[in-house]
């Protein structure tokens, strides 16, 4: 059986209308010999009834300390709702949808509910319907801890669903379906010349994910790209014969597919809301120690870490900011901050080994006047931190200066 996985974010099913697009896409892979598993998510966005963050708000203004369990059983609803929907679509076009659950499916996580983690796949369930001839329409976000107890699965769960669907049924591909004709080499709200990449590599469209892209979820990248299952993200909107998206895939075949063009770097990325905090004093070992436990104790992720021999400097989210001041503060360490900055990052495979392309960043950044607060790379990324004021001038800036428009 030639299985695939389409995945279709909630703009993709908010009307009926977007259904029948989506009923037409699933039928356009079983017409091509495929039996598809379709994953949805929570239809619309806030505001639209059955939105995951509407959902999210009825439960807080009923009671704003809702327990994390109940919180997790209220969100989910939001998908199964989506499936039952889009499932009825299919079937009044003739197809034998059926619907399961996240845990119906063989999702089986921890019970750190709102962000869990899955554990494992156990998807000999949904394999005999599949046998069967059904077409399986599964909730997405979602899974079951061995408590029996509903999980969700955190920010962007579903493609993580559709990813671990696609590892664990042996896929030949996975379809990702959003609002936009594929991965872009920056934010078209922010560049409107921002082209689509025909190809990318895991590698790249992983760091872009955590470097702030909202394409595909880097859970879902890690997911896939261990199991060599390639990924298509494309629009539920287009014409499918005349727009072909993205295709994720390894880097070799990346550099193969190609046009011929230098590539150092692939896309520009922004992460705004950021805070940036600089601990003075001593960067004895100990300190440092107390400083980064005291952060971890209190569930606060830290990115763009300098540490010197007198000062630490780090950002975090901007929801994350007072509760990291108090832990540290708690702490007894004296903390600087600075508020409202972005971090700014271009991303590339084609960079690593390659001189000059921190002096280029540099460049784009001083001629359009954007101070760089901090800095940090890796083989593949570059990122700065800037003003957020300066975020989408400093994400032209960069954008042009590579190229990325041609």
């Given at each position: 059986m030639r299985i695939i996985v389409q995945k279709f974010g909630g703009t993709s099913l908010a009307t009926a209308a977007y259904r029948d697009l989506v009923a037409a896409r699933v039928a356009a892979a079983m017409h091509?010999?495929?039996?598809?598993?379709?994953?949805v998510s929570a239809m619309g966005r806030v505001g639209d009834p059955y939105a995951t963050d509407t959902l999210l708000r009825l439960g807080r203004d009923v009671f704003p300390d809702t327990p994390a369990r109940e919180t997790d059983l209220l969100l989910a609803c939001g998908e199964i709702i989506s499936a039952v929907v889009m499932a009825g679509t299919l079937r009044s076009q003739g197809f034998p949808a059926i619907v399961l659950t996240g845990g119906q499916a063989g999702i089986i996580t921890d019970r750190a509910f709102g962000n869990a983690r899955i554990l494992r796949v156990e998807p000999e369930h949904l394999r005999r319907h599949l046998d069967r001839g059904d077409l399986c329409v599964v909730a997405g976000f979602q899974g079951v801890a061995e408590t029996g107890d509903i999980t969700t699965l955190g920010r962007g769960g579903s493609d993580t669903t559709a990813a671990a669907l696609s590892v664990a049924l042996r896929a030949e591909l996975l379809e990702i379906y959003t609002d936009v004709n594929g991965v872009k080499t920056a934010d078209p709200r922010i560049v409107p010349e921002a082209r689509t990449l025909p190809v990318v590599s895991y590698e790249e469209i992983f760091q872009m994910a955590h470097q702030g892209a909202k394409v595909m979820h880097p859970r879902a990248v890690e997911l896939a790209m261990r199991a060599n299952v390639p990924v298509r993200v494309r629009s539920t909107f287009d014409d499918p014969d005349k727009e072909a998206g993205t295709l994720i895939t390894h880097g070799f075949e990346v550099a193969g597919q190609w046009d011929g063009l230098s590539r150092v770097v692939t896309g520009v990325t922004h992460l705004p809301d950021v805070v940036q905090f600089a601990v003075d004093g001593s960067a004895e070992q100990t300190d440092s120690v107390r400083l980064f436990r005291a952060l971890a104790d209190a569930g606060v992720s830290v990115d763009l870490i300098n540490v010197s021999p007198d000062r630490r400097r780090f950002i975090v989210a901007a929801d994350d900011a007072a509760r990291a001041q108090r832990a540290m503060e708690s702490k007894g360490f004296t903390v600087g901050v600075r508020p409202e900055c972005a971090k700014v990052s271009v991303v590339g495979t084609g960079m690593r080994g390659i001189p000059g392309v921190m002096a280029a960043v540099v460049e784009a950044l001083e001629q359009d006047g954007v101070q760089i607060l901090q800095s940090a790379d890796s083989h593949v990324t570059i990122s700065c931190l800037v003003s957020r004021p300066d975020m989408e001038?400093?994400?032209?800036?960069?954008?042009?200066?590579?190229?990325?428009?041609?």
């Open positions: 091509r010999g495929l039996a598809p598993v379709v994953v001038r400093a994400v032209q800036a960069l954008h042009r200066k590579f190229g990325l428009e041609r």
